[in-house]
């Protein structure tokens, strides 16, 4: 999970691990499947910067960040659902382990995917050192086969706020 930084134009890691299925609890939507996307878009309005006349301008922000990721999805061949009706905040400022930040309001929770494959792939295995000490480079191997030929990504976090982003 992370932050949108306005000022810098940037993003914050605020939370690690995969929060699907609790946003799809929080939002209760029952046609838009928040739990396989593989991407999730939360756009917070922070109460916390700006003027008024800023936080007005974010509203007319959110419509055209929206409307740029729906393209962006597009043009790769993506699926893109949007969410806007957001049932209880707090339910998902919980969900996001951000419950105090009463300051965040969110405004659209945006999934994008592929659809979901009738044969994913299958479930990989990783073969490597499972500890290690500090300045060693370890190798592994990660390795999975997919029915339909499909390229496989992989995203690795390890555990001490670092990953290696897609492979």
Known sequence: VYQYEP??????????????EEIQNALGTNNITITSAPWITILCLDTNVGSSTYQTFWYYETGAITYNILLEAAALNLRSNVITDIPDEADLRDALELLSQTNLRPC????????????????????????????????????????????????????????????
């Open 7 to 20: 000022i810098t134009h940037s993003l914050s890691t605020i939370l690690q691990g995969d929060r699907r």
């Open 108 to 167: 659209a929770v945006i999934s994008t995917g592929r659809t979901i494959a009738s044969n994913p792939p299958e479930t990989p295995t990783i073969s490597g050192a499972t500890s290690g000490n500090v300045d060693i480079t370890y190798n592994y191997t990660i390795k999975t086969n997919d029915p339909e030929g499909d390229n496989v990504a992989y995203w690795i976090e390890w555990g001490d706020g670092t990953n290696t982003n897609w492979l």
